[in-house]
């Protein structure tokens, strides 16, 4: 597709080479989850089986040692070409190994050893992709910064109780890293991350994903009842406050390449639209539609939009992966321009997939709002990107306005 | 509502009141409808016995006298507020009624007795809603004014063979008013409407109606297999060609007051997202969404839209009326003229539904995209007016801007 | 011009016909201000001999008792496609002399006689236009409604300072309403409305006028060093705070007429480029450029914007008139309601303008660019209208969205 | 600037490094320049000194080697930051170096001696930056492609008569590359190119130039009265018709770091308007204007808007500099698809160079609608891109669709 984006080192040019071969399958099966809401398990197992799932594993735990999340975000913006829920699930586990891989490489430089053998074992069933993991993060009513979801110590256990949405991949979940809160000794709250393992008595899968979109994403509700996990699966984490800059890098590394999604159901919308105007008369008997002006402006709109969406998703990704390539800790200001730019791209990306979309119904016409086109999920589909982290317009662009204004994103 | 459009004769006045007063159980019975894919037929009957669906007919035919079609317009678009498939159910009755009210008036005025007792009956079996009329004009793959459905004469009958679709109130409909075409003696087609009674013999209501939206509509498909139908039910209209004058505000008194459904969709909307925007806090224990500059800025936007669609809704609805008011032919020209007021309202009004509805999901957050929440369904439903007839953008901006160019707005 | 804006009153449509007499010869005179830089004195002039300027007044004092605010905009919409900047120096006049009719009739219905009879001689003045009557109330750095300018009471006199900007008519004017503060008695700030005699020892006007845009209006900068005014020519207003209803009203007087400047520049720029492709072909021995689509969907596009902009004028103008019509104390929320729509309609005429000329730009190609053309100037003159009282799209948006959110829009 | 482009090769680096000392001084300048309608000739003897005129000739004939036309945009862009009307006087003066180089190291390649020779000469001017090459394309009244100007034989001289327009550098160019049509054999016109020396009897530089912006850039008519040329400085080009590659490729060298005057222009106005709401409060002893939600939100858009328009360039940038630097003969398609991303580019810059200047002046307020601000000059200069070569809007868009609909672009 003249202008699609391409993976930027060897190891990512092979995982976009190996999303590109899933989309037609993908595609076929899209309309079908859709409809009957089920989770897109097939495409899941298929991923798993052809190493897209684990490719940002290491080569020596079966992966294929991809490192760039710009180049992730390639892959996902193909499989979204067949199937946004597919590309959806598909990146909540490669981000979730490649969170994995970061934690095992600091383990071994700082030479913690027995952390970086527990690592090891996990990324060795992350890598053979044995094991599912599902992030729950988000939850209704609560900031995505501040959950409400508590994990009350007990001994050498915490007990936690709360409620999760949004859970992607939760139908087929091996472990769920939960974010939650944690009460202070002085009577505030902390950040954990507590992994919470399927089956855990008092854990339940909703069952209840039914939304206007990305049907097949099986993105239920997570309710956890006096659930209890051992002390060692939860890592605490800072005391409430203001996104940090841990915070801010932790949601970059699961939602920068999810952006992928957005684009890829542009690209597929893009993709109908010229296919039926090259193929269909606007009447019977006369030139194709690729021949009326109109259709030409509508395309060119869409191309500019897209091309607009690609420049700043691989600008933003060149910077994302310099900041993830060096080691150093970096200053609160380098990491938030780095948001900012991440932020843009979100903003653009999300607001082009509703755009190109609206457009290429416009030129398919009235066949295009029968349930059974594909554009019709598209369409609802692409409406998804601006609910995802951290941020939709309400926050992105006081984000984006106040570092650029050399103020403080955080205060209001 | 602040800003809302308002009724321009007592008549009309009173038909918005009428309408008005159903809109709560609309919105209770709209979800269901949708999820079901079920026909409002609950709703239409309560339109029936409140004396919305007969409000065009005149007061001795138990009508209420409407002759406004903007009034009508205003009506729809408080409908809409509770159900746009209700609505556009609603409006394509009313207007049925409105145009044979002018038939039989055209029919008294001419001295036409029979006709206009012809006229009469039927204005009774309207007025007191014991027949539905269903429109079927759009077929697929054939422009809006150039149908593929023919009559083919025999003897003192027409035999009838095509295929319909977005029939509207077909699931309801005691009779049918089919745009076919009929051989010319010269080679070429002519125009004409076939009224066909539900149960003539090779007439099928599809019942096929899934879509993105509108799905309480009923707009199934219909197939006509050699309906058979006598010769004086059968009006032959223009030889194939540009629309005319009389194509053009045929179309007018059917669609614009369908212009309401978009209104109407985006006042929801934005009635939701204040309501929402005033209770619930962006985060718990924090003070009401509203205060949020962000969510001031996005509610001040849908405001402006919506002040514009307004707008050009109402001074669109001052010419068409007088349009319609005046008996005299009118020249070309100023018919354009009319075409080119409302044809800009359509494209204004039908892209305000699209951007207030997703304006009011980002300030009602993630939960709006659950498939049980109204936003989710007002979303799907606002995208179908620019499918609507007779123009979408494709042909719109250029009509629009032949005519203010002083050029033939057929010609291509 | 197809749906242009049309007087509401009698009085108002001689108005009308008054200023469209004008249009020729401001167009003929436009260019030649703007590159001299010099005060429309000869517009001003033809618009006093003609009665433009005190249509406002009522017969008795030989105006035309245009009373309809609406109409005035109408008017100086049909001034501003001769020539913006005369536009908007016949708007302070004519909403000058509407606020003093307001101000007698107001005496009069209270009985008191001395101000009636005082008014009644100024009137007489205005009437015949002996008077020139301009308004001071911008200031570099200060609020709109916060003035620097203060005014010192020394026994029966006031002793004022400050400096002003954007003083239209200042050029011609005899007498100026500088908005000043006075120091109230508890240490705060309190409004006040000095009038400023020309030739008043202390005041200059700077001559200093050179702007982007509007370069005929001799809006020169005001300077008031120590100009002593006798006590009875300072009216007293309220304390400092956050605008009152008589603010706002004061100011919907004055500013709700002068978006007809808005609207006539686009009107202006439209008929340049309707012209322009009607006439001349894109290339030599091609078709009028009106054939090419591009052209085309660039017209219908103005269009759309025109007919947005002249719907919510139309709209708005009937509330302002409503307003003012009725002499009941009106409550806060009603007049924040007719704000709030007054500045949903500024908002949409300033960027109307701006879109409509860049569009006309396009159109008529790279001659339009030179200074001789009428565009560039067009161009220029359009970009004023954001900056005009009271609010901008900084503040306008937040007005208007914390008004439709029910809450108190003047609270930071 | 955060997110600034930058050089992709190490000459084309110590290009901008180069062109951004020059900045501050040209930022100075700006103004005076413009008011006084006055060609830039300090600026111009600065760059040439400093050697940025000569950066794209060879480093033995005394320039840099800057071989990447998107490093030249860059270099444009830092110039534009500080003067738009030098930014666009040293591209053309840039381009056409960089022109006669590509036919330099050609001739070498064919081992034509001769040719070589005599542009080892003109490079040898040009490197020392002794000789000033202007472009003279642009006619009143014709398509980029079908000039009017003629070039009649006689003998082994042409005669050459016609009239040029925005022939930058115009003031001081020392020899002007003319583009003519001549006639063919068959009735038909051919293009040719024309070098004619400044001196030549019957050419005069009109010194015309007043336009809306860019005023600084020297764009005089050229008017040519019988000029006789020797016919070896006449280059026959291909006969008259749609664009071809050759012609396309001509363009786009010079064309396409000609964008980096919109985007410079935008970065300008940013910084400037960043500038100004960190310092200023909008009230006096209130918090700078930074801290009000609603100019962080204009802020933001800025810098969404800026970065989709450097996100395209850098993307299109690539391609352009892909194209050149492959010597073999291109396929039409590739080279559609990478006038395709050009124009893109050129869509979405020129559109962001007015829209950034547009919301720049909303933050700065009334004070830069001064003719004396430096926004109410980028406010003019901003305008200028639309209009440039080869396509605004009413071509762009078409040409962008067809392509992408695989339909020939210069069909019509």
Same mark, same amino acid.
């Given at each position: 597709?003249?202008?699609?984006?391409?993976?930027?080192?060897?190891?990512?040019?092979?995982?976009?080479?190996?999303?590109?071969?899933?989309? %037609?399958?993908? %595609?076929?099966?899209?309309?079908?989850?859709?409809?009957?809401?089920?989770?897109?398990?097939?495409?899941?197992?298929?991923?798993?089986?052809?190493?897209?799932?684990? %490719?940002?594993?290491?080569?020596?735990?079966?992966?294929?040692?991809?490192?760039?999340?710009?180049?992730?975000?390639?892959?996902?913006?193909?499989?979204?070409?067949?199937?946004?829920?597919?590309?959806?699930?598909?990146?909540?586990?490669?981000?979730?190994?490649?969170?994995?891989?970061?934690?095992?490489?600091?383990?071994?430089?700082?030479?913690?050893?027995?952390?970086?053998?527990r690592l090891d074992t996990l990324l060795e069933a992350l890598g053979g992709s044995d094991l599912i993991m599902a992030g729950a993060a988000t939850e209704p009513g609560a900031s995505w910064n501040g959950p409400l979801t508590e994990a009350v110590r007990?001994?050498?256990?915490?007990?936690?109780?709360?409620?999760?949405?949004?859970?992607?991949?939760?139908?087929?979940?091996?472990?769920?890293?939960?974010?939650?809160?944690?009460?202070?000794?002085?009577g505030g709250w902390r950040h954990a991350e507590a992994v919470v393992l399927a089956g855990t008595p008092g854990l339940t899968v909703l069952g209840d994903w039914d939304a206007l979109g990305m049907r097949g994403s099986g993105s239920h509700g997570l309710l956890l009842e006096d659930c209890v996990v051992p002390a060692d699966r939860v890592t605490l984490g800072e005391p409430f406050g203001p996104p940090t800059v841990d915070d801010l890098t932790r949601s970059c590394a699961v939602n920068f390449p999810l952006l992928g999604a957005s684009l890829g159901i542009a690209e597929a919308a893009h993709l109908i639209a010229v296919e039926h105007a090259t193929r269909v008369p606007r009447q019977p008997g006369r030139a194709a539609a690729a021949h009326h002006p109109s259709v030409q402006r509508e395309?060119?709109?869409?191309?500019?939009?897209?091309?607009?969406?690609?420049?700043?998703?691989?600008?933003?990704?060149?910077?994302?992966?310099?900041?993830?390539?060096?080691?150093?800790?970096?200053?609160?200001?380098?990491?938030?321009?780095?948001?900012?730019?991440?932020?843009?791209a979100k903003l653009l990306a999300n607001r082009t997939a509703v755009g190109v979309v609206d457009r290429a119904m416009t030129i398919c016409g009235g066949a295009s709002f029968s349930s059974r086109h594909p554009l019709s999920r598209l369409y609802r589909d692409a409406r998804a990107g601006g609910f995802m982290q951290p941020f939709g317009p309400l926050d992105g662009y006081p984000f984006i306005g106040r570092v650029a204004l050399g103020l403080d994103p955080s205060a209001d």
């Open positions: 597709m003249f202008g699609e984006l391409t993976a930027t080192t060897p190891a990512g040019g092979d995982l976009v080479r190996l999303a590109e071969g899933h989309v %037609a399958t993908l %595609a076929e099966r899209a309309g079908r989850h859709d409809r009957q809401n089920t989770f897109v398990a097939d495409n899941f197992t298929d991923l798993r089986d052809s190493g897209v799932l684990a %490719a940002c594993a290491p080569l020596r735990h079966g992966g294929l040692g991809v490192r760039s999340l710009y180049d992730v975000l390639v892959a996902v913006s193909r499989l979204a070409r067949g199937c946004g829920s597919t590309a959806i699930c598909a990146n909540m586990h490669m981000a979730s190994v490649w969170g994995q891989v970061r934690r095992w490489e600091r383990a071994e430089a700082a030479g913690d050893r027995s952390t970086a053998a007990k001994d050498d256990e915490y007990v936690i109780t709360g409620r999760k949405t949004f859970v992607t991949n939760s139908a087929v979940a091996d472990s769920f890293n939960v974010a939650v809160r944690v009460a202070d000794a002085d395309i060119a709109t869409m191309e500019v939009d897209l091309a607009a969406a690609r420049g700043v998703l691989e600008r933003a990704g060149r910077l994302v992966d310099a900041l993830f390539a060096d080691p150093a800790e970096h200053p609160v200001d380098a990491v938030h321009d780095v948001v900012r730019a991440w932020q843009t």
